[in-house]
């Protein structure tokens, strides 16, 4: 008999193919971390959704034989304490790209049409300022989507639909897909800021990212850009973001997340005028959470098979 823990709450896909396992004994934690640590010694799986889990914490899983995330981003794993021991950590590899490019379009639409602002006025009953203020059409504009992974590949065709010059940047630029779909590459983005209406970031969060989008990116910018980050807290400076809007270097701006999650009451993005901010939940429709669990899940199982492929791992070395 296997034993899997599962750190918080799972959508009841996931739950079933779990349960449907006879040989699999499927231990949900519902968040508790004192659980997790007590029943992890024991475990030859962890299924972990947003619990970090440290060097320390995963020490005692001493039978631990793969990691799975629920999602896609592992910082808050210890990838490179199970890569030493050879522990597979496994991602739901494109459960949440369509969620996230949504959610990525909707900052920008509801920011360049001020849909907030303009509720407000109407809710208020100033219906005369409905031409007060500026708002724009996202044809023509030009979006610089820095980070060409799952999600900026699928972002940048729904870009170029609605009509936008799209530039993508990436360390490892797929010049031949970028080619395909007909957008524009560029090695340094930092060159294309002066001319960027947009500004997307969709990297993961290392030593490399930490802190890339800071005072000089936002000096860079046009006044009238828009700066939205759906990637991960830290890869954009909050407190430059913030004073960047507050001295109308930029004009707005969109996030998802934040460098400390929740936010602390202090978080100098809190107060912005004209900006959007949601909870980290960009992944959260119902469709992506059933990938997402469905997905972890059945990388577990098929860890267990001997069917775990590269392509579903961060840390794919492991597997030789």
């Not at 304490?81 to 496994?90: K, L, Q």
């Not at 504009?141 to 940048?156: D, E, Q, S, T």
Request: include cysteine.
């Amino acid at each position: 008999m296997k034993k899997v823990v599962v750190t918080e709450k799972l959508h009841e896909h996931g739950m079933a193919l779990l349960s449907a396992r006879k040989d699999i004994n499927a231990v949900y934690a519902d968040g508790d971390k004192n659980r997790v640590l007590a029943e992890i010694p024991g475990a030859q799986a962890i299924l972990v959704r947003t619990m970090t889990l440290t060097a320390q914490d995963l020490e005692s899983a001493q039978q631990l034989e793969v990691v799975s995330r629920h999602g896609v981003g592992c910082d808050n794993i210890a990838v490179q304490h199970c890569s030493d021991r050879s522990i597979p950590v496994a991602i739901a590899t494109d459960s949440n790209t369509v969620s996230v490019v949504e959610h990525v379009l909707m900052m920008m639409l509801a920011l360049n049409k001020r849909a907030f602002q303009y509720d407000e006025i109407t809710r208020s009953g100033r219906f005369s300022e409905r031409s007060q203020h500026f708002t724009s059409e996202l044809h023509g504009k030009h979006v610089l989507i820095v980070g060409f992974g799952r999600i900026g590949k699928r972002l940048a065709p729904v870009c170029k639909a609605f009509g936008m010059r799209v530039t993508v940047a990436d360390i490892a630029l797929d010049h031949e897909y970028a080619a395909k779909i007909g957008v524009e590459t560029v090695e340094d983005f930092t060159t294309l800021l002066p001319v960027t209406d947009y500004l997307t970031v969709h990297v993961p969060l290392d030593n490399s990212t930490h802190g890339m989008i800071g005072a000089a990116e936002f000096a860079a910018l046009p006044s009238h850009a828009i700066v939205i980050n759906c990637a991960r807290g830290g890869v954009v400076n909050e407190t430059a973001l913030a004073d960047a809007i507050h001295q109308k270097q930029i004009a707005a701006t969109g996030a998802d997340v934040f460098e400390i999650e929740p936010p602390a009451p202090d978080n100098p993005l809190l107060n912005l005028p004209r900006s959007v901010l949601t909870p980290h939940n960009a992944a959260g429709t119902a469709e992506s959470l059933s990938r997402m669990a469905t997905f972890s899940a059945q990388n577990i199982l098929d860890a267990f098979d001997g069917n775990l492929t590269r392509e579903r791992l961060i840390n794919p070395d492991v597997l030789g």
